[in-house]
């Protein structure tokens, strides 16, 4: 099962909860970082690295031999990453997404697509727990292609545990797609229910189940919970705002150093999350049979 | 010689836009004859990135000599070299008239290279 740890704020504590996940799963387990423009999962996991990958992109290069200057790459380019003037055609690598369209339209056979270095994996261990991260490279824009080369790396069986970068854009949809169910991490602020409902709008709109986890759990709480029976979304981890985490956090250690009355829940959580999905395929269904009707 | 000058404006009194990529229209402008058109530039409102290389694409189907705005990115700068076009940068307090004819007074330098930075690094 691939579970997404998401969230739409930033630091509301996904790494935290993603490595508590890993070091209480009770079965094999990898835990991917997919937040590779600022990965740091590995703080807490501490593995031992023993094999590292490059990762590449397409760009297109142009051959101005057989280049007669008609313009249909330009043309066809949704991101202004390939310019026909004339004479000279111009590429801008750090614009192009990599989809080949120029390469594919060109008449002459003048575009080949080249490998372009843009990040790094790092794959390694620690006891029982399979670690892979991406980094993107210093200077390149764009992340999703790092993420899904993290991502090819998820266990066919067992757990995957997926760190996520935060936002709702690109890089968060590329991480969280083709995964069983999202964790939302969410913190009991107005900021945090402000993103957590953009988080979950995005998730309606992909169709993926999802799960609210409250870090930092204090009075404030209904804020959250409210919203969360309200739209009918299962809340199924509560972390309380204490000290100790942040203390511990900025150490290295992971949340269940100083709380570990939390392992048995933790430990518990992917099969709760299974049950959700096996609950939401149902409705699903049921929602596509009413829909034929 | 065929001018493009950035504006929000639709006439000659109107100020320089400081902004190539995302300028609202272009003016185009006939030194030999004083007449003078408005070229659209609403193309690039909605993109996220790349909108410099854009507008440089668009003015070149109008044949022009040159380009007067206020700031010239490094992708804009390259295509429109590439294209070639020459940039003349402008203070941008100044009327479109008026920036032409500092062009004319050869009171405007021209630009070897992009003179702001891009957006995205």
Request: glycine content about 8%.
């Amino acid at each position: 099962m691939k579970i997404a740890i998401a969230s739409g704020k930033g630091g509301t504590g996904k790494t935290t909860i993603s490595c508590a996940l890993a070091f209480a799963a009770t079965g094999p387990v990898r835990l991917l970082d997919c937040d590779v423009e600022e990965p740091n999962s590995h703080f807490f996991i501490q593995p031992k690295i023993e094999q590292t990958e490059t990762v590449f992109s397409l760009v297109p290069q142009v051959d101005p031999e057989k280049c007669t200057g008609c313009g249909e790459c330009s043309r066809v380019c949704q991101f202004s990453a390939i310019a026909s003037l004339g004479k000279k055609t111009l590429v801008f690598p750090e614009l192009c997404h990599s989809c080949g369209a120029c390469a594919r339209i060109c008449p002459t056979g003048a575009i080949e697509e080249t490998q372009k270095e843009i990040g790094l994996l790092e794959i390694g261990r620690h006891g029982e727990v399979e670690f892979v991260s991406g980094l993107m490279n210093v200077g390149h824009a764009m992340s999703p292609p790092v993420i899904r080369a993290v991502k090819k790396h998820a266990l066919e069986e067992g757990l995957t545990l997926i760190d996520c970068p935060p936002g709702t854009s690109c890089p968060f949809v590329t991480a969280v797609k083709g995964c069983d169910i999202a964790l939302l991490v969410t913190e009991p602020t107005p900021f945090g229910l402000h993103d957590l409902k953009l988080a979950v709008e995005t998730l309606r709109e992909l169709g993926l189940p999802f799960a609210v986890a409250v870090n930092r759990a204090n009075g404030e709480n209904n804020r959250i919970s409210e919203y969360c029976s309200e739209e009918n979304i299962p809340l199924v981890l509560q972390i309380p705002e204490d000290r100790r985490v942040a203390e511990a956090y900025s150490r290295g250690q992971t949340l269940t150093t100083v709380l570990p009355e939390l392992r048995e829940t933790l430990a518990a959580l992917p099969e709760k999350l299974r049950a959700l999905t096996n609950h939401s395929t149902e409705t699903r269904k049921e929602r596509e049979k009413l829909a034929a009707l | 010689m065929k001018i493009a000058i950035t504006t929000a404006g639709t006439n000659l009194e109107s100020k320089v836009d400081s902004r190539f990529g995302r300028a609202p229209q272009f003016l185009i402008y006939h030194t030999e004859t004083g007449v003078f058109y408005m070229k659209e530039n609403s193309q690039n409102l909605n993109a996220a990135q790349g909108a410099g290389i854009q507008s440089a694409i668009h003015i070149k189907e109008e044949m022009v000599d040159c380009v007067i705005t206020g700031n010239c990115g490094p992708k804009a700068y390259a295509t429109l070299d590439a294209a070639g076009i020459k940039v003349y940068t402008c203070i941008a307090d100044a009327s479109v008239s008026e920036a032409i004819e500092m062009l004319k007074q050869g009171q405007l330098t021209k630009s070897e290279e992009a003179n702001v930075e891009g957006h995205w690094a």
